[in-house]
């Protein structure tokens, strides 16, 4: 099969598109990578995971070290999610990886993300490289990435998403995240005010716990920014990718090198050289200007509002225009209450995939939080256009709510 038979024979394969779980992945995992040779940094969180990924990519990688990133979701391509030496996969390595674990997996059923999972771990194992870097695709405890012992456990922050399967409150959600922690290896926490599960589910198992504001710091100046933590990093030039929240990020991914170093010890030129070039399409994404164009995969309040203070600090002469979908199954009153100052125009289209919202539920929950001005349309595509033809030279428009939104407008602009 090529690639496009593959992944339609994934999504097929399994009855539930989400199955948490290590059972079914650990008994392919033993046959098919029974021993693996690169030490593994794992992250997980609400937001920011991504980022942080990115940042560890390019900082390795400016280090002189083969590095092996699998993140989610993709975009574009299934292609993202599996990265060698900071270029997507091709076809046939994901197709061959996709021979292996179905070699490998017998009768045991494996999700879309679990079979994803194995596949980037089998390709890292094949191209021998240094480290791997494996983000968490949601929670921790039963996330397929967590059948891999890390070396280094991150958890970016904590806040209220997938409440279905997490639970519906930060200490819930904690200690599900700090399922990704290791006895007597760091753990790594760069979210400032953590709940207490996460520390105390942390220092239960023997992890050794490191967090912002007591073990790692970062101070901002007018042109630049300090680390200070194992190793002080003064003068450090801001991140190519924009927000304030991304400089947390930045110091997050330094805290966990610096716990890293016995594996792969990475130098400031590294450093400096990482925080320049990582870069995470939909994070801030700025794609045209007059009127500005801006793509944010910001989908659940902390997002929101990270989002929100980033236009905040980039304000306009004219109106801002949002192009908005969502899930259904996300906080989206949360979204639009942390949105709704910032925005004056908010064109809204329904998202025809599983779990998508629809208009409708979209348009109940502005107007019941007071919303006045909505534009309605058929699909992401025409709402975007309509915010383009519609939108002044000194207005903006802001792409959120969704990476199907996001993916949505990519595809019509590429």
Not at 6 to 33: C, F, S, Y
Not at 218 to 225: A, E, H, K, L
Not at 229 to 257: E, F, K, S, W
Request: hydrophobic letters at 45%; glycine letters at 8%.
């Amino acid at each position: 099969m090529d690639l496009a038979g593959w992944l339609n024979h994934l999504e097929n394969l399994h009855p539930q598109t989400i199955d948490m779980g290590l059972a079914r992945v650990g008994a392919v995992h033993k046959v098919l990578l029974p021993q693996l040779h690169a030490p593994i940094i794992t992250v997980a969180g609400t937001n920011g995971k991504g980022s942080t990924c990115a940042y560890l990519e390019a900082m390795l990688s400016a280090a002189g070290y083969r590095v092996g990133l699998y993140t989610s979701p993709h975009l574009l391509r299934f292609n993202e999610r599996i990265r060698l030496n900071q270029s997507d996969a091709d076809d046939a390595a994901i197709c061959a990886a996709f021979s292996a674990i179905e070699a490998a997996r017998g009768d045991i059923s494996l999700s879309y993300f679990e079979f994803a999972t194995l596949a980037a771990v089998w390709l890292f194992e094949q191209a021998a490289v240094d480290v791997m870097i494996l983000e968490v695709g949601l929670g921790g405890r039963l996330d397929a990435v967590n059948v891999f012992d890390a070396q280094v456990a991150v958890v970016t922050n904590i806040d209220i998403d997938h409440v279905d399967y997490l639970g519906d409150n930060r200490e819930q959600i904690g200690r599900e995240k700090a399922g990704v922690f290791r006895p007597q290896r760091p753990a790594v926490c760069g979210d400032a005010q953590p709940p207490e599960s996460l520390q105390s589910s942390a220092e239960l198992i023997g992890a050794d716990w490191h967090t912002l504001g007591r073990d790692f710091s970062y101070q901002v100046s007018s042109d630049g920014w300090s680390y200070h933590g194992v190793q002080d990093y003064l003068n450090l030039p801001l991140p190519t990718m924009r927000g304030a929240y991304q400089i947390n990020n930045a110091a997050t991914a330094i805290a966990a090198l610096s716990y890293f170093a016995a594996c792969c010890p990475v130098d400031e030129h590294a450093i400096r050289q990482g925080l320049q070039t990582a870069q995470v399409t939909g994070r801030f994404q700025i794609i045209a200007h007059a009127p500005l164009r801006i793509l944010d995969v910001a989908h659940n309040p902390h997002g929101a509002k990270a989002l929100a203070a980033n236009l905040a600090q980039l304000p306009v002469v004219g109106k801002t225009y949002a192009v908005f979908a969502m899930l259904s199954d996300k906080d989206i009153a949360g979204v639009i209450a942390a949105m709704r100052d910032v925005i004056d125009v908010w064109v809204i289209a329904g998202l025809d995939v599983p779990r998508g919202a629809k208009l409708e539920l979209l348009q109940a929950q502005l107007q019941a939080l007071q919303v006045s001005v909505i534009v309605t349309q058929t699909d992401i595509v025409s709402a975007w256009f309509y915010a383009c033809e519609h939108a002044a030279e000194n207005d903006r428009i802001c792409a959120f709510g969704s990476f199907y939104t996001v993916a949505a407008v990519l595809d019509a602009v590429k």
